[in-house]
């Protein structure tokens, strides 16, 4: 037990209840409650994933308003495509040493959440449509964070795969899924980064809002992975206070003016809420402020070097796709320079991540900086920056540009209307404006480079015409220069994808279901998420999961594979044998041909990310231990490997398997039958078989209750007239003026979609809960007695 702990436990012995409740409530936006008497200090909490993200005036939990200024390190997407835990080590630890200059006690991230779809409007806030890449990430970000003294938070706990009505979404997802893919990475992270705190997600599973999901939050979260830290609600995700702390949940936040004191104290009362439960959540809490107050202190912030980390940071990350040879550019000719991005960069995501950053590079000037006089660059916008709109003087602009160069370099992507944190993207194409642009730069001249900026997979039908495409992602504020030192060979292209780019969004077994329903979202393609669904079905990805090209070359030769405790080493040499230096990521994949439960047809379970220069070798051992090899078996609740033959497959990406080997794993246990969707969505029948149930229906629009949505509202005449003044209610708690069209757009879908819960918890005490529920049986045509009674 820590000092702390037991400190905590014996403060809050000699609280009143009341104290206790008013504890386990945050005091407001971002600041935990103080306990005077007992000198435990309220502390800050802060987004961000990459960046500190410290609200000083008018805070919110939406980005509505402006930070202090902080480094903008690149974005999880990109981080995940470096596959390169040592450097987002380095990453997490500059955050920590920011956010103890700050003041922050608890930086508010990384999230880890599964890319089950690439249209996901959060993607860019998550590392990986791969569990196991997913955990290894996080976990580096937590122990490069905490090493600072700075608490780190794992979100969104668990299976929040959408923004898409996600206040009140039930995630429908079998057990073997949930553990296997949407567990997994969670899973991890907790065990080798022991995080000071995990935050719940705003959506049901099965039914059942995360936050009052008992079996997620205690039994599996600390009973089975030993998590001892304080878990915390996502901002206005109580669904339930009094069940969040049976649960579990230990800290509501925001602080919501003690919109639930009153049902905690009568849950108390009445045994509902036992004392020792109460005490455990508050003990939690005051735990987290003595962690906090032992590790408080300055820390010393070298903005430059920070900012240097952040151009490495996008370097490693970004990715090249395909290349003729035109890249590296020869620093000679003319030089066209296309797109809007490359001065007004899309750099970061929307939304509650959005940072305010101490310096910004762009593309274009760090070209013109790196080559000097040896080049002529030249530029055109295309395109509207905001929008991605064209219009045909531009465009003429952009043949007139292409057909006078040597070489065209066109920088494309997502604008952050496009994609951001409350809304999901309809479709995965370019705006019409940046695919317009791309083929009149194509027409005009065939050696035209693409670099796309943006924070998840694009269809490129056109990508067999480019001499070259570079997906930079999201690069922070230094990506402009970044992309700059990768394109003009400074540094190599370090990245190597960590999601599937497919060649449409239809070929997608999850793309049947997703972001289609207001109320329920069902997981019928199992386990066939990404490469897993790619390499299963024989349906080829546009851009594979892993995939990469380099400057250079590297061959994989003498691969061994020997028994090692209760797993296997795996060992080979990588050579490169080009002519310049680079880095590739050695991935091992896990191969069962023949099972009683179903398995795709290959899991990766090992990277390793290896520099060398020209000709030089390195002997690379990957462990695998016994969880590589198991699956989860439902009926005994434990995980399981079953005798029999493995394939071991060693690549440079899930299709590019270089070696293989067969092992016998002769001890093991019997795993029970399970059946998968055999057509990679799951029949109605397949599907209650994968659930162990009957397939839920959802909740029709009424009868109205808490989470209810304003949008149900809008389905009778009574609740259309409630919905006016509710919306004004829920747009009067949060001050817009200076929110930018994107971020204004994100707030008013949240708005439309948030149980009527939230708009009671964040108005300050204008609508409480009580009157709520009044109004709830006005509109259910009850009780209308009892609202005017009030």
């Given amino acids: 037990m820590r000092d702390t702990y037991a400190k905590a436990e014996k403060i809050v012995s000699a609280l009143s209840t009341d104290d206790k409740i008013r504890l386990v409530s945050g005091r407001d936006a971002w600041t935990t409650e103080e306990v005077i008497e007992a000198g435990i200090p309220s502390i800050l909490v802060t987004d961000g994933p990459h960046g500190v993200r410290k609200q000083v005036a008018g805070t919110d939990h939406l980005g509505l308003n402006a930070s202090v200024p902080a480094t903008c390190f690149p974005t999880a997407v990109t981080l995940g495509s470096s596959w390169d835990p040592e450097l987002i080590e380095e990453v997490g630890a500059a955050l920590g040493r920011e956010s103890r200059a700050a003041d922050v006690a608890v930086l508010l991230g990384p999230g880890l959440n599964i890319k089950r779809h690439p249209a996901g409007g959060r993607n860019f806030e998550y590392f990986s449509e791969d569990p196991f890449v997913s955990g290894k990430m996080a976990a580096a970000m937590v122990r490069g964070i905490q090493s600072q003294g700075v608490g780190a938070c794992l979100k969104h706990y668990a299976a929040n795969n959408q923004e898409f009505f996600r206040l009140s979404v039930d995630t429908v997802v079998d057990d073997r899924t949930l553990h296997e893919l949407y567990l997994t990475g969670f899973e991890i992270a907790v065990k080798e980064s022991n995080p000071w705190t995990v935050m719940c997600s705003y959506n049901k599973v099965n039914g059942e809002h995360a936050d009052v999901n008992r079996s997620l939050m205690t039994d599996t979260l600390r009973d089975d992975w030993g998590f001892d830290g304080l878990v915390m609600t996502d901002w206005f995700a109580t669904s339930d206070r009094a069940l969040a702390l049976c649960a579990g949940v230990d800290l509501e936040m925001p602080g919501t003016g003690g919109s639930w004191d009153a049902e905690v104290a009568k849950a108390h009362q009445s045994g509902l809420l036992t004392t020792a439960e109460l005490d455990l959540a508050a003990t939690r ?57 490359a001065k007004k960069p899309r750099y970061q995501g929307a939304g509650s991540s959005l940072v305010n950053p101490t310096q910004l590079d762009t593309f274009i000037a760090a070209l013109r900086e790196s080559l000097g006089d040896a080049a002529s660059v030249t530029y055109a916008p295309g395109y509207d920056p905001l929008t991605g709109a064209t219009e045909e003087v531009l465009l003429d602009e952009v043949r007139a540009a292409a057909a006078k160069s040597d070489v065209v370099i066109v920088l494309a992507g997502l604008p952050a209307s496009a994609e951001s944190e409350g809304f999901d993207r309809e479709h995965l194409r370019l705006p019409d404006g940046h695919t317009a642009v791309i083929t009149a730069a194509l027409e005009a001249n065939e050696r035209t480079v693409i670099a796309l900026q943006n924070g998840s997979p694009v269809e490129m039908p056109w990508a067999e015409r480019p001499a070259a495409i570079v997906e930079a992602y999201l690069g922070g504020q230094a990506g402009g220069s970044a992309l700059a030192d990768v394109i003009l060979g400074d540094v190599a292209p370090g990245g190597r994808l960590a999601e599937s780019f497919p060649m449409a969004a239809s070929d997608l077994p999850a793309d049947r279901d997703f972001a289609r329903h207001p109320k329920q979202v069902e997981y019928r393609e199992g386990l066939y ?26 061959d994989y030769t003498g691969l061994t594979v020997r028994k090692s405790g209760d797993g296997y080493s795996v060992t080979v040499t990588v050579t490169n044998v080009g002519p310049r230096e680079g880095s590739d990521v050695v991935q091992v994949y896990v191969r069962d041909p023949e099972s009683a439960a179903y398995r795709p047809e290959k899991e990766l379970k090992g990277f390793a990310k290896v520099h060398l220069g020209a000709g030089e070798s390195q002997k690379l051992t990957i462990k695998l231990d016994r969880r590589a090899f198991a699956v989860w078996d439902v009926r005994s609740q434990e995980w399981r490997v079953e005798p029999g033959d493995i394939e071991i497959l060693v690549g440079a990406s899930s299709t590019d398997i270089r070696a293989r080997r067969t092992v016998k794993i002769a001890e093991g246990q019997a795993v029970s039958p399970s059946h998968g969707p055999a057509a990679y969505v799951a029949t109605d029948n397949e599907f209650r078989t994968m659930l162990g149930s009957e397939i839920p229906t959802p909740d029709g629009p009424v009868p109205f209750h808490r989470d209810s949505t304003i949008a149900d509202l809008e389905h009778t005449v009574l609740g259309k007239v409630a919905a006016g003044p509710l919306l004004e209610l829920g747009r009067k708690s949060f001050d817009t003026t200076d929110a930018d069209p994107t971020t204004i757009g994100m707030f008013e879908a949240d708005l439309k979609e948030a149980p009527l819960r939230k708009i009671a918890m964040s108005s300050d005490g204008a609508l409480t809960l009580k009157r709520l529920d009044q109004l709830i049986a006005v509109l259910n045509r009850t009780s209308l007695s009892a609202w005017r009674a009030h």
């Fill in 529 to 554: 998420v990404g490469y897993r669904f790619h390499d299963s079905a024989g349906v080829p990805a546009r851009f594979p999961f892993g995939h990469g090209l380099s400057y250079t070359a590297f």
């Fill in 285 to 341: 809490v005051v735990d987290l402020a003595l962690r906090a107050q032992n590790d408080a202190g300055t820390s010393q912030v070298d903005p430059a070097a920070h900012h240097a980390l952040a151009r490495k940071a996008a370097a490693a990350g970004t990715v090249l796709l395909t290349n003729d040879g035109t890249l590296p550019l020869e620093r000679t000719g003319t030089i066209a320079v296309i797109g809007a991005f």
